[in-house]
């Protein structure tokens, strides 16, 4: 591989030398008053920057993603339920499969490929005695980001708990958990806040834990949500965290919080304006529904896009992530996230260009 690699990936992104930096360190002993403090002055800034009051509770798992969206589903739900899920890609099929492995009733709001996720499109579950939502507000496989607005009020009109995913969506986009009425928000940290893969968050509001977890037996030792809220009370976890991550995490909270999160937004929005705009002179094709700050799906025109990875990959130093799907083969998706300035995006767009005029040279279709 080219070295130095640029990572234009949603998660492991480009990370700052800062964070690298408290990566490279001898990490601490836990149990002790100094790393209770550090928890939870940690936990504290997470809720600022996430638009949550303190008195919500934070589950910290050393866990990806999905893991955190498997204890959501098993802490939140149960049997007695009757979930909508909206999946529109495969993270939302992920939803759909927590439900089905935990018994837990629900119907799926499924949406074609390319379609916006509308007001009409909930119609039909409205008055049909729903508990609860689960959503993913940036479905991270097609880029689509869905009206949280529209969610919210339709959880609201009909009673429903409404849990989101906002893993690649916090720090990307406007997300505001308590002014949006979102009940439980889940988050990890190797996407929109730039640090090494392994730790996630669940966040719940006061309400949620009154009714749905406090009461609850759950089948499961490590994904016991209640034990972590005990813990956390003085700044700990009931098993041993991700200690490195955390201290990762607590440097960067503490970056954002004095930066300002409107700015740190407003910066990720310029990337994907810019890249956007630097796409319209090429023969590509952006998706029409609203998209994520996080990323740009990229659809060539034929069956190249394996072919402009490698080529990005192993002769320019640029890393993108593939798409899946049946479309996946003509599409590419850059990320917006990580320590990456405007010049970047003109490189890669530069780079994308360039083997599009190779491969038309050697005869390819493109
Ligand atoms: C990345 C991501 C996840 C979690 O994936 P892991 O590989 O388990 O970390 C979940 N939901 C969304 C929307 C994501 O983008």
């Known amino acids: 591989m080219p070295q130095p690699m640029k990572f234009f990936t949603i998660g492991p992104v480009q990370m700052r030398p800062q964070t690298l930096a408290v990566a490279s360190r001898q990490v601490p002993y836990f149990r002790t008053n100094d790393f209770s403090y550090i928890m ?21 798992l050393t866990a990806s993603g999905t893991a955190a969206m498997e204890a959501t589903v098993m802490n939140v739900f149960t049997p007695e339920d009757k979930v909508l899920v909206i ?6 099929e992920r939803f759909v499969d927590l439900c089905r492995i935990h018994h837990i009733p629900h119907n799926v709001l499924k949406l074609a490929e390319g379609e916006a996720l509308q007001e009409g499109h909930l119609a039909p579950y409205d008055g049909e005695a729903f508990t609860g939502m689960l959503v993913n507000v940036h479905e991270t496989s097609t880029g689509q980001l869905y009206d949280i607005h529209m969610l919210s009020d339709f959880c609201k009109a009909n009673k429903m708990v409404l849990v989101v995913d906002a893993i690649s969506s916090f720090l990307c986009d406007e997300f505001c958990m308590d002014q949006y009425g979102i009940d439980v928000a889940i988050i990890s940290s190797q996407k929109g806040l730039c640090l090494s893969p392994g730790l996630s968050v669940v966040m719940l509001n006061e309400q949620v834990v009154e009714t749905r977890i406090q009461s609850r037996q759950v089948q499961s030792l490590y994904f016991n949500f209640k034990e972590y809220i005990q813990n ?3 700044g700990q976890t009931p098993f041993t965290p991700a200690v490195g991550i955390l201290l990762e995490a607590n440097e960067m909270l503490a ?19 810019y890249f956007r705009r630097l796409l319209q002179s090429l023969p590509v094709d952006i998706p029409s529904f609203p998209l994520s700050n996080a990323l740009t799906p990229v659809f060539f025109r034929t069956a190249i896009a394996e072919r402009i990875f490698q080529t990005l990959k192993n002769e320019m130093g640029m890393m993108v992530n593939p798409t899946g799907g049946s479309r996946g083969i003509c599409g590419i998706r850059v990320a917006h996230v990580g ?3 405007l ?16 491969f038309a040279e050697q005869g390819a279709m493109i």
């Open 339 to 341: 320590d990456l300035i």
């Open 255 to 273: 970056y954002l919080c004095a930066k300002g999160l409107a700015t740190h937004l407003s910066e990720i929005r310029e990337r994907g304006v």
């Open 87 to 92: 999946s529109g890609g495969t993270f939302g």
């Open 232 to 234: 956390m009370t003085r």
């Open 343 to 358: 010049e970047d995006y003109k490189a890669l767009a530069e780079g994308i260009s360039q083997c599009l005029v190779r």
């Open 40 to 60: 939870k002055e940690t936990d504290r800034m997470l809720k600022e920057l996430m638009g949550t009051i303190q008195a919500s509770r934070s589950i910290w």
